[in-house]
């Protein structure tokens, strides 16, 4: 089964950015649709973005449409997700997510079988 493993996460100051990556440690990794998803304190765990298991289908929260971007490297078996102009709405533990049985992407938790450990994610006023 797959694992997976998030980094990237850190303290950053309003305006700022990050890129979170997750590794996924799989030889069939280019049969895996992979989500992001986060979770701030007391709220729940909410989608943020997907890509579908070529990188070629891309789906975002509307809200952040424009500042996050999810790419994918198969080769490195690692998905990205790139975060701009970071406000403190932003802060959370961020998870990446893993299914085989995606045809495009979902931004449906429940879609997901196997998650990653999370990466916290603080912004600075």
């Known amino acids: 089964q797959v694992q997976l493993v998030e980094s990237g996460g850190g303290l950053v100051q309003v305006g700022g950015s990050l890129r979170l990556s997750c590794v996924a440690s799989?030889?069939?990794?280019?049969?895996?649709?992979i989500g992001w998803f986060r979770q701030a304190p007391g709220r729940e765990r909410e989608f943020v973005a997907a890509?579908?298991?070529?990188?070629?289908?891309?789906d975002y929260k509307d809200s952040e449409k424009g500042r996050y971007s999810i790419s994918r490297d198969n080769a490195k078996n690692t998905v990205y997700l790139q975060m701009n102009s970071l406000t403190p709405e932003d802060a959370a533990v961020y998870y990446c997510?893993?299914?085989?049985?995606?045809?495009?992407?979902?931004?449906?938790?429940?879609?997901?079988?196997?998650w990653g450990q999370g990466t916290q994610v603080t912004v600075s006023s």
């Open positions: 997510a893993a299914e085989q049985h995606i045809l495009a992407t979902s931004g449906k938790a429940n879609d997901y079988v196997t």
């Open positions: 799989t030889r069939t990794f280019t049969t895996y649709a």
């Open positions: 890509v579908s298991w070529n990188g070629k289908d891309t």
